[in-house]
């Protein structure tokens, strides 16, 4: 990747001969190059007239100075935030806080986080909702609800929300109780934009034209990010150096054009699922928050012709799923891409003991060169490439040099920005979500939702 950006895209697995006819040639990708040249341009007017607007954010960075101003408000009061949203509305802050806090964060002692405990909410499971209810119950006057819905109109977190307030005012009367609550919506329309007018909530606002997946580098995912002190300075500035290296007018050096060429390559080729396979526990999140930014902007039927395309994410987690889905992996059907995300230094590393002397199996895990725990699941993820290699399964590797706010903010940049590449290659608009409309009517139908009387079809 260009030379100011720290992630490095490693492509050799996708070129290697012992791929067989599952290799993809350079003249192969040099010849699906001028078309993703021309998308690249076109793309690039279409930014100049102020589409494709999440490419905007690091560089805008609309709505951080009234996070930084909530942050500073509402820091030291609070204990436990509590986000309520769901998909875009929540994948983001949930992938943020388990990047770059602890994966302990939430049991730490106050002085040893370095913000309130964290809880998102994205789902209306009773048993899993009222469990953290009981917990933040135990004391609402240092809790902080933050409400998230780009639409506002959203079942889910609106049915939270409801009860989430009660529980509030309840606790600590209505004047205390809304106090503690910050909405993030839209800026003018939406119910729950009335909700804040209405009531005078404080609200922070998502920027028009970013859609909830696209959503997580602005004050959805920024606000719950720097309450527990995550630096989204450095987040956005990852963000704006990948800009420069996406913005590259050749796809040939441009890693998003890369990327978006390869998998379109593959997918003719009859692969079309993609595994974005984390070697890093800390990044397992952001692969879920990927699946859903390719599977809702991608997955559609093709307006010109009718046909159903997009490609299938799975997330998978190395070194876990080598023990789950590896054999699949290997000798299951040819119709997996696979990415890597490989960690070249980790926070800490565990140096593994020499013990049992004489038990060779046991022995060689602390006399190798490579024992520490970090090393033991390099090796492992330099293994199933190898493995998936020898079964001519075509791989990238995505390295992260540390995981930090820098290298979070570049990846999130990248994936982000291979999507409307895709989406031109596809022949859709990765912008909309008609096909998950008709799931919401359906509730709103079936939960006697004025308006929906009619079965919705
Ligand atoms: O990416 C999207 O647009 C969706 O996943 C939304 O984020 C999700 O449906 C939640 O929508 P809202 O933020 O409007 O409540």
Not at 135 to 152: A, C, E, H, Q
Not at 280 to 306: C, F, H, T, V
Request: aromatic share 8%; charged share 25%; net charge negative.
């Amino acid at each position: 990747m260009a030379a100011n950006i720290q992630l490095k895209l490693d492509t050799q697995y996708i070129h290697d001969s012992r791929l067989g006819l599952h290799r993809l040639s350079a003249e192969q990708l040099n010849d699906v190059y001028p078309r993703v040249g021309g998308i690249l341009a076109e793309i690039a007017d279409e930014r100049r007239a102020g589409r494709h607007r999440f490419r905007e954010l690091p560089h805008e960075r609309p709505g951080v100075e009234a996070v930084m101003q909530a942050v500073a408000d509402y820091h030291d009061s609070t204990d436990n935030l509590l986000v309520l949203g769901i998909g875009g509305s929540a994948l983001g802050n949930i992938a943020l806080q388990s990047a770059l806090n602890p994966y302990t964060y939430n049991l730490l002692p106050r002085e040893d986080r370095r913000g309130p405990r964290l809880f998102v909410l994205d789902n209306v499971d009773p048993v899993y909702f009222e469990a953290v209810m009981d917990f933040v119950g135990r004391d609402w006057s240092r809790t902080l609800v933050n409400v998230i819905s780009k639409s506002g109109e959203t079942a889910e977190t609106s049915a939270q929300f409801l009860i989430v307030r009660n529980r509030l005012v309840e606790a600590l009367g209505k004047a205390e109780g809304e106090d503690r609550i910050v909405v993030t919506t839209d800026a003018a329309h939406g119910t729950m934009r009335k909700i804040v007018n209405e009531q005078k909530y404080r609200s922070l606002i998502v920027p028009d034209g970013v859609g909830g997946r696209f959503s997580v580098l602005t004050p959805v995912g920024l606000f719950s990010a720097a309450m527990c002190g995550i630096d989204v300075d450095a987040l956005l500035s990852g963000a704006a150096a990948m800009d420069a290296a996406v913005s590259n007018p050749d796809p040939a050096i441009n890693p998003a054009a890369k990327i978006a060429a390869i998998h379109y390559l593959y997918m003719e080729l009859g692969k079309s699922l993609h595994v974005m396979m984390p070697y890093s526990q800390q990044l397992k999140d952001l692969a879920d928050w990927y699946r859903q930014l390719w599977a809702e902007s991608l997955g559609k039927i093709r307006p010109d012709n009718q046909e159903n395309v997009g490609p299938t994410p799975i997330r998978a987690l190395g070194a876990t799923d080598q023990h789950s889905q590896v054999q699949l992996y290997r000798e299951g059907p040819h119709d997996k891409v696979f990415t890597f995300l490989e960690v070249e230094e980790f926070d800490v590393d565990t140096i593994i003991p020499r013990g049992f002397p004489g038990v060779e199996a046991m022995e060689y895990l602390g006399r190798s060169e490579e024992g520490t725990l970090g090393g033991l699941l390099n090796i492992e993820k330099k293994a199933t490439a190898l493995a998936l290699l020898a079964s001519q399964r075509p791989s990238m590797t995505i390295r992260f040099p540390a995981v930090n706010e820098r290298t979070v903010g570049e990846f999130i940049y990248l994936y982000e920005s291979v999507i409307p590449i895709m989406g031109k290659l596809l022949g859709v608009n990765p912008y909309d979500q008609p096909a998950v409309e008709l799931g919401k009517q359906l509730t709103f139908h079936f939960m006697g939702r004025q308006g929906y009387e009619k079965m919705p079809e």
